[in-house]
């Protein structure tokens, strides 16, 4: 039902083939184009760090230093454009991500679509007991609710063709249709803005309908940028961060005694090269998690 559908291979006006996921029964997502790769982060990284550092780092090393350490305007040097079709309340949350460009449909130029999004199946779920803003448990009376939803869409949309055959501008008819109706749209966002759209749009506290277009939106730039995309699951979308009060818990109960007395801890199963293999970190990393962890500031 969500972004888990097949990708296919979609070939455009001018020949090209673009690669595209469909999003719940009406919707897609289409890579249209991109700009740079990894190496061009890298690259414009260097401009920065100079060859002095060429020769100890490679690629994926820096480009990890510098997600790890929110030097991120290497990652603007890239971009991603995409053809979107989504409802309009999809749209609405989409639109908020003011870094982006983008050009939607007109419904003042054109018809808008006969076609409107139907949740179905868990989809359709009770108003969460505990979070305003989200579903909870799964709604028995699915029929009932799509009937209700569809008998919206038919009337609305016959209201719609109602007020055109009178000869009522496009743009003053559209007002009687819901925000389910699919419109479509051209969005370009550079990397790092997109790595930003993704971490708030496919957390779970998104709604899911979004989190679908930004889940099967991810999964079509990934391979085009592998290692930032590693760096990004790594260091951003699947991090977590700390309060100042919360380290003080950590340190205090948990870890507190391990790093006060860090440099006894020599033997075979407890030594940086142990952890840092076990923990694929590297010798920068952990060092930089002893800083994190220690009572001194850095
Ligand atoms: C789970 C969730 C729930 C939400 N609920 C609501 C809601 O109830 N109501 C609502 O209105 N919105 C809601 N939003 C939208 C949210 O408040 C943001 O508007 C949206 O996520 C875009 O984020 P952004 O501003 O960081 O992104 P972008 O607009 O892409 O901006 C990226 C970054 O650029 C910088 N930036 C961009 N423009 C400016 C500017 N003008 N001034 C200063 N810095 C700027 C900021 O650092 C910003 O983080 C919700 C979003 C999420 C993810």
Known sequence: MGSEQLETIFVDESGDHHQMIEVHELGFVKLIDTMGDDEEVENAA????????????????????????????????????????????????????????????SGRYSEMSNEFYLPQGDYLQKQSKTNNQGRGEDHPKKGALQFE???????????????LEEDLAKEVSRAVLPVANYTECIWKVDLHNFFHFVRLRSDSHAQREIRDYSDAMYELVKPKFPICCEAF???????????????????DCVVGDIIEEWARYTDEEFNDEVLQGKYNLSKREMNELKTKLSKKEN
Do not use: W
Not at 76 to 101: D, G, S, W, Y
Not at 233 to 251: K, L, P, Q, W
């Open 233 to 251: 699951e790594d260091y951003v979308r699947d991090s977590v961060t700390f309060s100042a009060s919360e380290m003080e818990f950590i340190r």
């Open 149 to 163: 939803f569809n008998r919206i869409y038919d009337n609305a949309m016959m209201a719609y063709q109602t007020l």
């Open 46 to 105: 260097r401009i920065s760090y100079g060859k002095g550092t060429r020769k100890v780092s490679q690629t994926r090393n820096l480009i990890r230093y510098l997600m790890r350490h929110k030097h991120t305007s290497p990652f603007e040097m890239c971009e991603v454009k995409f053809h979107l079709k989504l409802p309009i309340f999809v749209m609405r949350q989409l639109v908020r991500h003011r870094t982006a460009n983008l050009n939607e449909y």
